[in-house]
């Protein structure tokens, strides 16, 4: 049997040092920060055109229960339709979250070598990628675990290090050790001996090598995903693992869990090997991260978005919904969204995360949403609100409908600006037009549908005594959401 090369994607993560475009409901993964497409786009179509010598199985994602129908979405927009998507309860670290992959993958009896690749990295070259690929492929299908190391061009303190020996098998370096983020004077030192490689987090192992090295370090780990994947629902679009097994799995990254385990139990057979890559690799951790694999200006200023500067130097401007200006400024980053603005050094911004830890400590929604918040179905932004009334602009993509709920709390005031909209209001159903409007009376069963072949929109005005997204009740729901108590 041919093996085959499965693409693992780990979605998890809330890229807070990317605050405040990255936040937990809509985290750096699902922008599109390095060009056109989303960083899980360009993750998902990476392994795209990866020589034929390499059999490559549909793409295996693990994702966040609250994020099932932005990864979903995505990978439509990709044309990427025979993805599996498996739905963490809560988040568990990579370890628990590469062994329900490693479960899922044997489900139908194959043993296939898995490439483990968070969702939120940037590949510039993608030829040198797959070169490194088919190296550990050929590798990793011999029974071992290989990570990449990449190849550090300065004394950088933001990622930790993999530590590697002479040995080298066909293009493989045997891992001597891992070291934890350093300071600046041990991230020099690195640089110097020149066998310190930036830990890129990225992994190749067959699914059973990984279940047996799990089986040794974490039986605690393998038993509860695999109680819970014994128990796990299985429908068209989602593998949903059980969530009370699951949340009993012990969190553990892959290197703590296996990768720094294995030169101490020499009889698994399983060795830890690292390849050196340079293929402009970056985790795009934080905004200086961001600034240095973007195009930059003959000043060396980044500019995304509506943004414009006169004398600045080395900067990165983002603007999301207005115009960005900047004068004199050098090494500055300023980061706009609708709700919120981030001014700060290029080189603090690892410092950005005491931002976030502040919001949330103060009980800030900042920290965890934005204005502008999508659903299966589309998207809505609060634009405006007061004391007793809220105005939403809502965007329902063709073919999609809200579910049908009630509110105990509030009336509506729906007003269509563009498409037709399809209204259940109590036991009516009525077709409205652009301009055309309807009146929901508290308590009333309603729901919108959007029957059209291109986007609706209509600008929703709430009245009443309590607004929050809480007070809804549902009676059907196309996706599955009868049982949830928030969103619309």
């Given at each position: 049997m041919t093996d085959q090369l499965l693409p693992v994607i780990l979605c998890g993560g809330s890229g807070t040092r990317l605050w405040p475009l990255s936040r937990e409901t809509y985290p750096k993964q699902f922008h599109a920060l390095a060009g056109t497409a989303s960083m899980l786009q360009d993750t998902a179509t990476r392994l795209v055109g990866i020589s034929s010598e390499v059999e490559l199985a549909a793409p295996l994602l693990v994702c966040n229960f609250e994020h099932r129908f932005l990864v979903a979405t995505q990978l439509q927009q990709s044309n990427i339709d025979n993805a599996r998507i498996l739905l963490e309860p809560s988040g568990r670290n990579t370890a628990p979250a590469l062994t329900i992959a490693a479960l899922q993958a044997q489900a139908d009896g194959q043993d296939p070598v898995m490439l483990a690749m968070p969702a939120d990295h940037v590949i510039a070259d993608k030829p040198a990628f797959h070169s490194a690929v088919q190296s550990a492929f050929r590798v990793a299908s011999a029974g071992h675990l290989v990570t990449f190391g990449i190849v550090a061009d300065r004394p950088e303190t933001g990622y930790g290090y993999i530590q590697h020996g002479t040995d080298e098998d066909n293009g493989t370096f045997e891992v001597q050790s891992f070291v934890e983020k350093p300071d600046l004077d041990h991230a020099k030192a690195y640089l110097a001996a020149g066998n310190y490689l930036w830990n890129s987090g990225l992994f190749v192992v067959r699914s059973s090598v990984w279940l047996k090295a799990m089986k040794q370090f974490r039986p605690d780990i393998l038993a509860a995903c695999e109680?819970?994947?014994?128990?796990?629902?299985?429908?068209?679009?989602?593998?949903?693992?059980?969530?009370?097994?699951?949340?009993?799995?012990?969190?553990?990254?892959?290197?703590?869990?296996?990768?720094?385990?294995?030169?101490?139990?020499?009889?698994?057979?399983?060795?830890?090997?690292?390849?050196?890559?340079?293929?402009?690799?970056?985790?795009?951790?934080?905004?200086?991260?961001?600034?240095?694999?973007?195009?930059?200006?003959?000043?060396?200023?980044?500019?995304?978005?509506?943004?414009?500067?006169?004398?600045?130097?080395?900067?990165?401007?983002?603007?999301?919904?207005?115009?960005?200006?900047?004068?004199?400024?050098?090494?500055?980053?300023?980061?706009?969204?609708?709700?919120?603005?981030?001014?700060?050094?290029?080189?603090?911004?690892?410092?950005?995360?005491?931002?976030?830890?502040?919001?949330?400590?103060?009980?800030?929604?900042?920290?965890?949403?934005?204005?502008?918040?999508?659903?299966?179905?589309?998207?809505?932004?609060?634009?405006?609100?007061?004391?007793?009334?809220?105005?939403?602009?809502?965007?329902?993509?063709?073919?999609?409908?809200?579910?049908?709920?009630?509110?105990?709390?509030?009336?509506?005031?729906?007003?269509?600006?563009?498409?037709?909209?399809?209204?259940?209001?109590?036991?009516?159903?009525q077709l409205l037009g652009e301009n055309e409007s309807t009146f929901i009376p508290l308590g009333h069963m309603h729901r919108l549908r959007n029957p059209g072949k291109m986007p609706l929109e209509i600008v929703e005005v709430q009245s009443g005594s309590y607004l929050g997204e809480d007070d809804i009740v549902r009676f059907e729901d196309t996706y599955g959401r009868v049982a949830e108590t928030t969103g619309s």
């Open positions: 109680q819970s994947m014994t128990n796990a629902q299985r429908d068209a679009d989602f593998v949903r693992p059980e969530a009370n097994a699951f949340q009993q799995s012990p969190s553990d990254s892959i290197d703590y869990a296996v990768m720094e385990r294995l030169s101490k139990a020499p009889e698994l057979g399983i060795s830890a090997r690292v390849i050196p890559l340079k293929a402009g690799w970056s985790d795009v951790g934080a905004w200086d991260a961001l600034w240095s694999v973007r195009d930059h200006d003959r000043d060396g200023n980044a500019i995304i978005g509506n943004a414009v500067q006169h004398g600045c130097t080395n900067s990165l401007f983002l603007s999301s919904s207005r115009l960005v200006a900047g004068v004199g400024l050098d090494h500055i980053a300023v980061v706009e969204t609708p709700d919120a603005i981030l001014v700060a050094d290029l080189r603090r911004t690892q410092e950005v995360k005491q931002i976030v830890a502040h919001l949330q400590k103060h009980g800030k929604d900042l920290a965890h949403s934005h204005r502008k918040v999508h659903r299966p179905w589309g998207w809505y932004d609060s634009i405006d609100y007061g004391d007793r009334f809220q105005v939403k602009r809502i965007v329902v993509n063709p073919g999609a409908s809200l579910s049908l709920q009630m509110h105990h709390h509030r009336a509506e005031h729906w007003v269509v600006v563009r498409g037709t909209a399809e209204v259940t209001n109590g036991d009516k159903l």
